[in-house]
């Protein structure tokens, strides 16, 4: 069965083709990124549309399976990476794969994007306590901690929602962190970026495939609105 990978949950976004098989290893067909996108002034820089438009992804998932040598309708699973991170991104991830799934009857599946690193990690040679850290804007990051070993790797401390100056208590320690753009405010971390190569890769173990409804991203604030006003009735 060939897997169609799509990890658009950082500046980095990337597509990757895999051949999974019960008679054979996992091999890789294809695959596409973009560099990650300069910072941009969100105070000075009101953007009309989204930073993660469809036709870009869609270029992504063109290339990958372009250099894979796959058609469309050769795809028999999409897994998709479920963040946290860009929460736009991951939409964006989600609805590609519920389109297919409703398309062309799919398989999907979601895939930790937190659980791509921790495998990268371990793919790069990082051994031991690794912190995994994402932007969670308003000033907090995500956070999850992995025991890394040569033979793969196991959660040490669940994603959870942590503050900068707990950040710093651990860059200040000592304790390796890494992540996407991490350096922008820990120097001694380290840049990684979730890869749909890897996606796809934990993908091929997987058989947990879900509805495309239920898809969900990886967000851990509880969802929170004011309902407007009623409007104002001038006598």
Known sequence: MKILAVEFSSAQRSAAVWESGDDAAPALLGSAREPPEPPVNKVLTAMPHSPFPPRRNLGLVEAALAQAQCRREEVGALAVGLGPGSYTGIRGAIALGQGWQLGRGV?????????????????????????????????????????????????????????????????????????????????????????????????????DFVAGETLEPIYLRETAFKKAPPPRVNP
Do not use: H
Request: neutral net charge.
């Open 107 to 207: 398989k999907l599946l979601g895939v930790s994007s937190v659980e791509c690193l921790a495998g990268q990690a371990q793919a790069a040679g990082w051994r031991g306590p690794v912190n995994i850290i994402v932007d969670a804007q308003r000033n907090e990051f995500y956070l999850a901690r992995y025991e890394i070993a040569e033979s793969g790797w196991r959660e040490a401390q669940a994603l959870g929602l942590a503050t900068m100056a707990e950040i710093q208590a651990l860059a200040g320690s000592g304790q390796a962190l890494l992540g996407p753009e991490i350096t922008r405010w820990f120097g001694g971390g380290k840049d990684m970026y979730p890869e749909a190569v890897m996606l796809g890769r934990l993908a091929c173990g997987r058989r």
